[in-house]
């Protein structure tokens, strides 16, 4: 997987081209700096997310954690097993979270915005 990952990174740099995280952190910050705004502006405000959303921010931050654990996981030396364990987990406790905070069963909603897509 190491190998994998390293044969596509330097084929893209071969190329010059950025890779999805690259390509998506500056539309990301600048999301980030609206709400950094918005916070100090409106303190007070309700930002009323829609359900896609809000199920697209709880994505983005798991694909970054996830992002992040890889390098982890490469600096301990974790072989497959263990990182698929360790990813499963966090996925499993981010979802406790959510819920426990929110009421909203991650699994669900991400079911319901899919179908609600299909729909359209």
Known sequence: MKEKNERQQ??????GEPTF???????LHAISVCIWERKANMPNDKPCYTDEG????VNLFFD????RMY???ERLGLLGPLREKMA????NDVRRIIL???????RKL?????????KE
């Open 10 to 15: 330097s084929i893209r740099e071969m190329l």
């Open 21 to 27: 995280g690259e390509k998506f952190s500056a539309p």
């Open 54 to 57: 809000f199920e697209a921010a």
């Open 64 to 67: 970054v954690i996830l992002d």
């Open 71 to 73: 390098d982890y996981q």
């Open 88 to 91: 499963v987990d966090c996925g």
């Open 100 to 106: 426990q905070y929110t009421d909203v069963d991650t």
């Open 110 to 118: 991400a079911r319901d915005v899919m179908n609600g897509l299909e």
